[in-house]
T-cell receptor, first 116, second 115 residues
């Protein structure tokens, strides 16, 4: 079974719709991240959470919001989707200081989102 | 406005050759570096990492070299195989402050291995 899962894997939605992408992990990691990947632009950080009570903006947080419902779950919302949010979205996890600090992040399989 | 994708650097090699993928970083405060491999349709997978107090680290068929003087990182893959074909990303992180635990990713390099 995959350690980091994302749902849905593919989604097509219309401009202006609200959409939520979900991420779950069984690794027991404290830290979770949402990234966006566009062709030729690598991975850019949208939001991250270092524990259940902690939410932080990344470099491209405008137009997105997140919720850390539990240690294992971190969801990303697009309140009003627009076409330039069409991209591949990845969730990732990593250990936190109480778990032995490591920077290595473990990625989910990705969600391909198309906004028409 | 609409974002324009950049053309990724590419590297084509023959099966059995050694591959060298390069990465330049800009933050002199970065103290941790990591290489990821991303196959088509999958999320990035960890390959190898290195801390700034080292200049070389070896794994299975892979070696990472770090030159802090010129802020350059490289990934060497020995005896490259078709299964090594993927996009390779370097990432960096700086200890302490608001950057602690966050990774900044490079653009990526496409490696194609020909049988």
């Amino acid at each position: 079974d995959a350690d980091v899962t994302q749902t849905p894997r593919n989604r097509i939605t219309k401009t202006g719709k609200r959409i939520m992408l979900e991420c779950s992990q069984t690794k027991g990691h404290d830290r979770m991240y949402w990234y966006r990947q566009d062709p030729g632009l690598g991975l850019r950080l949208i939001y991250y959470s270092f524990d259940v009570k902690d939410i932080n903006k990344g470099e491209i947080s405008d137009g997105y919001s997140v919720s850390r419902q539990a240690q294992a779950k971190f969801s990303l919302s697009l309140e009003s989707a627009i076409p330039n949010q069409t991209a591949l979205y990845f969730c990732a996890t990593s250990k936190g200081p109480r778990q032995g600090t490591l920077y290595e992040q473990y990625f989910g399989p990705g969600t391909r989102l198309t906004v028409t | 406005g609409e974002s324009v994708g950049l053309h990724l650097p590419t590297l084509s090699v023959q099966e059995g050759d050694n591959s060298i993928i390069n990465c330049a970083y800009s933050n002199s405060a970065s103290d941790y570096f990591i290489w990821y491999k991303q196959e088509s349709g999958k999320g990035p997978q960890f390959i190898i990492d290195i801390r700034s107090n080292m200049d070389k680290r070896q794994g299975q068929r892979v070696t990472v070299l770090l030159n802090k003087t010129v802020k350059h990182l490289s990934l060497q893959i020995a005896a490259t195989q078709p299964g090594d074909s993927a996009v390779y990303f370097c990432a960096e992180s700086a200890a302490g402050g608001t950057s602690y635990g966050k990774l900044t990713f490079g653009q990526g390099t496409i490696l194609t291995v020909h049988p």
